[in-house]
């Protein structure tokens, strides 16, 4: 017979590597390479992005989970870092002038942790030689002396004024509560009452006019001595602060000469200096206790705090430019934070409690950030862009910026940025934040976008080989021998569902090694062989494929309703795929369509139900466009056609099933069975060519171990685009199976060829007079519609007949 029936060769099932390409024994001969191959595109824009220096050029590197894009990144900017200097060291110290706004200082990288040294080197001197120099002999003579002075010149004062009142016969007299003036003898004996009574008028108004004028005196006097014990204190704190400089200024002097080349840091050091000295009563011993030790509070923080350095970034040990990856970017753990303490039932914080982020400690180099977990965090993402717009990281915590805590904090002063940030996400968030978020291409300027594939040919191969062998050695397996590697290479080609292609998806093929170590660990083998690799494999599918056994069985068992054998009018086996995470399989579907006279519309019941999606339902649409192509340009499509996925109980998207829908509708017109030995897969244009799908090794398989565990009759295949037959890369029980004739696989451009196939027919082609063959699928289908038609145009006769009758 002359209609289309030939199945594809065993050969072009699954592509097998020549192992004359692998020159090499085990993974032990081949040298290392980067973990990232095939990537040309993306490397070259980060390092576009990261070796221009204008603002915003900031790096998204897109691409699938797991498709090494941290690996990449992380190799190429840690080879760019080290040809970038270190850059410098950040502390934050004490405003004196404003405790609440902390400032920060730029010290050259490891100068931080000296200075935060030989500053804490310095009070922990002073501690002891202010005390030892306010407790010399020099001090106390000098101390003791401004004292006695003092004390001298009151007691002067008032002898005088004693004096002075001897020579009107009165004497001073100091009583318990002051100062009092009283007569006297010539003996010196104070009068009394009554031998005062006894003196003259004149002589006790003499001696009360000399009483009235030494009390003037005498306020006089006593409102001098305030004045004197003030410039006494004055003198005694000229001299506290002479002694206190004197034990100072030499420590300090030699501090700054060593840091005089910061001026920020000079400039500090004056400002300690002076606090230091005016508060010099701070480096005195002070006594243990008080009632916040008594009721169990901590004590107050030492007067020391003051002059500590808080070092914030230290570069000491950095040989180049930082490279930070922050795996879990929160804002705090970004911008960094200001920490609290309770004292006495409330919060206090102060400079040193302020601690860095990642944009601190990676200031001058690159930071990494995971793009999807940043804009998981509250308010990471803002911050992020905020900062990279100011170009300076301002500390400020959630808390007070959204009013949940009112106590006081602190306002340290901004530190200035010079960063490259490269995020690292999924092609879809990407895109998202494209569109919705107009800041983020400002910021993010250069894409990195990461193949998921590379070129399987001979210098593809070699490549692989190498990875596989870098990987190995990296992660302490065992080596692999030659057809090892062929098998991981041949495996890769089945990830991305083309055997011209191979993965460039580390993770799995990082993980595949692993296990591969496993299993030649469990039979004590030193190299990894295509056994191992294989076990691996299978081993994979095993942990994944539950759901799989329990389709098949309720298959098996007759639950679900798929037929092998026989051949059905209006009813064709139809293979759809089932992902599970990282593991999908195919499942055959029983496709069903019924024909009648109608109005031209196929009723699509997935569709009506709300059960197929969108694309599913514009394959079902393009249907319409093909049957009124082919079969009704001169006259009207008198047909209404339903279709159903039978014992489909959830959403069906996708259009792969469009060629076998349109077999069942072309079965139901033409009256012709279908053979139920084949599954069909694959879409269809208005022009009737069949076009690729996805999942076309997981379809076929599917479909295989139905009739497998049914049993292989040699008439059971499945018809495919033959678009896809560059995707073939089937399990070897498949490929066996076809190569014994127990089994086929078909590929169609066209959907006459799958029609031929399934109804064991030939489709037919028009003639000279645009006529089908009558015997043809076409020509039956052709004729069924006329008769159709003609049974339509009679039915209108009859109803035009009715309605005249009715008239008249």
């Not at 006594?287 to 007067?303: M, V, Y």
Request: with cysteine; aromatic share 8%.
């Amino acid at each position: 017979m002359g209609y289309y029936r030939q199945s594809l060769p065993a050969s072009v099932l699954y592509k097998a590597c020549d192992p004359q390409e692998f020159d090499f024994s085990t993974t032990d001969e081949l040298a290392d390479i980067g973990v990232v191959i095939g990537q040309e595109r993306a490397l070259d824009a980060i390092q576009f992005g990261i070796s221009i220096v204008q603002k915003g050029y900031n790096i998204f590197a897109l691409g699938p989970s797991g498709s090494g894009k941290l690996a990449a990144v992380k190799e190429i900017v840690g080879r760019e870092a080290e040809n970038r200097p270190v850059p410098d060291d950040w502390c934050y110290v004490n405003n004196f002038g404003e405790a609440s706004k902390p400032k920060a200082l730029r010290l050259p990288a490891g100068q931080g942790r000296r200075f935060a040294r030989d500053m804490e080197q310095v009070i922990e001197e002073l501690s002891t030689v202010i005390p030892a120099t306010f407790e010399g002999e020099e001090y106390r003579g000098r101390a003791e002396e401004i004292e006695e002075e003092a004390k001298e010149r009151e007691i002067n004062a008032l002898n005088e004024l004693r004096r002075k009142s001897l020579q009107h016969g009165i004497a001073l007299i100091e009583t318990p509560t002051g100062f009092a003036f009283a007569p006297v003898d010539e003996k010196g004996e104070v009068l009394g009452p009554e031998q005062f009574q006894k003196l003259s008028e004149h002589q006790q108004e003499q001696i009360q006019e000399a009483v009235t004028d030494l009390r003037q005196q005498l306020q006089k006097l006593l409102k001098q001595f305030p004045v004197w014990r003030k410039e006494a204190k004055e003198k005694l704190k000229t001299l506290n602060r002479e002694i206190a400089e004197f034990a100072v200024n030499h420590l300090m002097d030699d501090l700054k000469a060593r840091y005089e080349a910061i001026p920020g840091v000079v400039q500090y050091l004056n400002e300690a200096q002076r606090e230091i000295i005016d508060h010099a009563e701070d480096f005195f011993p002070k006594q243990e206790g008080g009632i916040a030790t008594l009721i169990g509070h901590a004590p107050r923080p030492s007067p020391f705090l003051r002059y500590k350095v808080n070092l914030l970034v230290d570069n000491s040990e950095c040989k180049y430019a930082p490279v930070v990856f922050e795996s879990l970017p929160s804002h705090n753990n970004l911008v960094g934070r200001v920490e609290y303490q309770a004292y006495m039932g409330a919060l206090v914080t102060d400079f040193t409690m302020i601690k860095p982020g990642a944009l601190h400690i990676a200031n001058g180099g690159y930071l990494i950030l995971d793009a999807r977990k940043v804009l998981m965090q509250p308010f990471a993402w803002d911050s992020l862009k905020r900062i990279l717009q100011s170009r300076e990281i301002r500390i400020e915590s959630l808390e007070r910026a959204l009013s949940v805590i009112s106590t006081s904090s602190l306002e340290p002063e901004p530190i200035p940025l010079d960063i490259k940030i490269i995020l690292i996400g999924d092609r879809v968030l990407y895109y998202l934040l494209n569109v919705y978020d107009p800041e983020f291409r400002e910021l993010f300027k250069v894409s990195a976008d990461f193949e998921e594939t590379i070129d399987r040919d001979a210098d593809g191969n070699a490549l692989y080989a190498r990875l596989i062998a870098s990987l190995a050695r990296r992660n302490q397996l065992r080596p692999l021998d030659k057809e090892a590697v062929i098998r991981v290479v041949e495996h890769a080609a089945r990830l991305v569902e083309d055997s011209e292609k191979l993965s460039t998806h580390l993770r799995s093929l990082d993980d595949l090694l692993k296990e591969a170590d496993h299993w030649a660990a469990q039979v004590q083998r030193a190299i990894i062989t295509r056994d191992d690799v294989q076990a691996a494999i299978d081993h994979q599918i095993r942990r994944a494929d539950r759901l799989r056994e329990r389709v098949y069985e309720n298959i098996r068992r007759g639950t679900i309703f798929i037929d092998t054998e026989g051949a059905v009018v209006g009813q064709v086996n139809g293979l759809s795929v089932i992902s599970l995470g990282d593991f999908s399989f195919g499942q055959p579907s029983r496709i069903t369509a019924t024909t009648r006279l109608g109005s031209g519309k196929i009723l699509d019941i997935e569709r009506e139900s709300e059960l197929g999606g969108a694309i599913h339902s514009k394959g079902v649409m393009i249907l319409s466009g093909f049957l009124a192509h082919r079969y009704a340009k001169t006259r009207p499509f008198s047909v209404t056609a339903s279709l159903v996925f039978e014992q489909s109980y959830g959403q069906v998207e996708g259009d792969s099933a469009s060629l076998a829908e349109l077999s069942a509708i072309l079965s139901s017109l033409a009256d012709l069975p279908i053979r139920q030995s084949l599954a069909v897969t694959g879409s269809v244009n208005q022009n009737g060519q069949v076009q690729p799908i996805g999942g076309v090794n997981e379809k076929i398989e599917g479909f295989f171990d139905i009739c497998a565990s049914i049993g292989l009759s040699g008439k059971q295949g499945v018809i495919i685009p033959r678009a896809n037959v560059k995707h073939l890369m089937l399990r070897q029980d498949v490929v066996k199976a076809a190569e014994s004739g127990k089994f086929h696989v078909y590929a169609v451009d066209t959907v006459d060829q799958a029609l031929e196939l399934l109804m064991d027919k030939p489709a037919g082609e028009r003639d000279v007079t645009g006529a089908f063959p009558p015997d043809s699928i076409n020509g039956r289908i052709e004729q069924r519609l006329r008769e159709w038609i003609d049974i339509q145009k009679e039915f209108r006769s009859q109803e035009r007949a009715g309605e005249n009758q009715s008239y008249g």
